[in-house]
């Protein structure tokens, strides 16, 4: 088997046509419109127009002018566009996808990936009150603790590093020493 067909079928074993179900039916809810049946999700999307339709409805304003006709170059600035905008709307930049992911649809997986990320950072702006995307982020349980409860602490030796019970390694000679011979 060629390495380009083995990448290949690495790539596409990572797909989850649930999450793939998952997310469609989630940007349908948001922009409030049904794919055509006869098109496919990556297809539909491919050209970047309704990712910015997308982000536009969830954060209005986001992108003031996206290109509704000409070349590849228009459609994958779309596609840049759109990235442009989530990141400013607070997803991680790891969490984006390449652009040739969508335009070549070379990592599918990683487009959802994206999707569910800007599902999740909707959770984090109370302006937003449409449909989310994934499960909710966990919430920060910040501590505080007082002073005498922190120098407290510092006397506690914790028994994750484990525990010897006053054993050392002195004395030990475990295999013979190294040995050096000059002149051979």
Known sequence: M??????????????????????????????????????????????????????????????PKYNTSGGQFKMMENINLFQKAIKAYGVADIDVFQTIDLWECKDFAQVVTTLFSLGRETYKH??????????????????????????????????????NKGATQAGQNIGAGRKIIIGK
């Open 2 to 63: 060629s390495l380009e067909r083995a990448v290949r079928n690495k790539l596409a074993s990572k797909r989850d046509p649930a999450q793939e179900k998952e997310a469609m039916e989630w940007i349908e809810a948001v922009l409030g419109k049904k794919f055509p049946k006869n098109a496919s999700f990556e297809e539909y999307i491919k050209d970047g127009q309704i990712l910015c339709q997308l982000i536009n409805k969830i954060s209005p304003g986001s992108i």
């Open 126 to 163: 109370p302006e937003w009150t449409g449909p989310y995307l994934g499960p909710k982020p966990s919430d920060e349980a910040k501590r505080n603790f007082s002073e005498e409860t922190l120098k407290a602490g510092q006397t506690i030796i914790g028994l994750q590093a484990g525990q």
